[in-house]
């Protein structure tokens, strides 16, 4: 029994991603025209630059914007339509971070986008290894490290993590941090013991 509504449908579209690893162009065409059919606007990535590359974690970003709820259902439709999922289009997203509408990629434009995607999709293979029994901890730990450190990575990659396997990452946006340290709701053992994570997580060891 999955918690969310939206797990399924997430969990399908994360293993669809993967056949994109090599084709970043025709995943980035899918990805505008989800949205042209849609009706919700593509944005731009940062005030400058146009987007040419794409990486999977900022498919689900734009996915997973501060969208009224009928536009977040008719983009996910589309989605499902671009990319052959089967699981059913959720239309209950409670438990879902959202990211900020100004920044739906998790690189920046640019010169060196095509390096920050590559690193991107690198920490999204690894992930899914992990959560396949495919890689261990160690591998995923490192990798993690190093991803969280690149520009526009930092606590946004615990949200993405999260979003293509909810039961197994934990989601350590700001918005959760300050539930779990600071509304007194978790006992002091608790919060003293994973205090390490409670400004994000630059360590994959800390985090996993």
Same mark, same amino acid.
């Given at each position: 029994?999955?918690?969310?509504?939206?797990? $399924?449908?997430?969990?399908?579209?994360?293993?669809?991603?993967? $056949?994109?690893?090599?084709?970043?162009?025709?995943?980035?065409?899918?990805?505008?025209?989800?949205?042209?059919?849609?009706?919700?606007?593509?944005?731009?990535?940062?005030?400058?630059?146009?987007?040419?590359?794409?990486?999977?974690?900022?498919?689900?970003?734009?996915?997973?914007?501060?969208?009224?709820?009928?536009?977040?259902?008719?983009?996910?439709?589309?989605?499902?339509?671009?990319?052959?999922?089967?699981?059913?289009?959720?239309?209950?997203?409670?438990?879902?971070?959202?990211?900020?509408?100004?920044?739906?990629?998790?690189?920046?434009?640019?010169?060196?986008?095509?390096?920050?995607?590559?690193?991107?999709?690198?920490?999204?293979?690894?992930?899914?290894?992990?959560?396949?029994?495919?890689?261990?901890?160690?591998?995923?730990?490192?990798?993690?490290?190093?991803?969280?450190?690149?520009?526009?990575?930092?606590?946004?990659?615990?949200?993405?993590?999260?979003? %293509?396997?909810?039961?197994?990452?934990?989601?350590?946006?700001?918005?959760?941090?300050?539930? %779990?340290?600071?509304?007194?709701?978790?006992?002091?053992?608790?919060?003293?013991?994973?205090?390490?994570?409670?400004?994000?997580?630059?360590?994959?060891?800390?985090?996993?």
């Amino acid at each position: 029994m999955r918690k969310f509504e939206w797990q $399924a449908f997430y969990e399908e579209l994360a293993d669809k991603l993967l $056949a994109y690893r090599e084709d970043h162009c025709t995943l980035l065409e899918k990805v505008v025209r989800a949205h042209q059919v849609a009706g919700v606007n593509f944005p731009k990535n940062g005030k400058a630059w146009t987007v040419d590359d794409i990486d999977p974690f900022s498919v689900f970003a734009l996915l997973n914007r501060n969208l009224k709820v009928e536009k977040k259902i008719a983009l996910q439709r589309a989605v499902r339509d671009e990319f052959g999922v089967e699981a059913a289009v959720p239309t209950d997203f409670s438990g879902i971070p959202h990211a900020d509408n100004r920044k739906a990629f998790l690189f920046p434009g640019g010169p060196r986008a095509g390096e920050y995607a590559a690193g991107l999709w690198r920490m999204f293979e690894t992930a899914l290894a992990y959560a396949d029994g495919k890689c261990d901890g160690g591998e995923f730990c490192a990798r993690y490290t190093q991803t969280e450190k690149q520009h526009g990575v930092n606590r946004n990659l615990t949200m993405g993590l999260f979003w %293509i396997r909810p039961e197994l990452f934990v989601n350590l946006d700001h918005c959760n941090t300050q539930f %779990i340290f600071g509304s007194g709701e978790f006992a002091s053992d608790f919060t003293e013991k994973y205090s390490s994570v409670a400004d994000g997580c630059s360590d994959g060891v800390a985090y996993l």
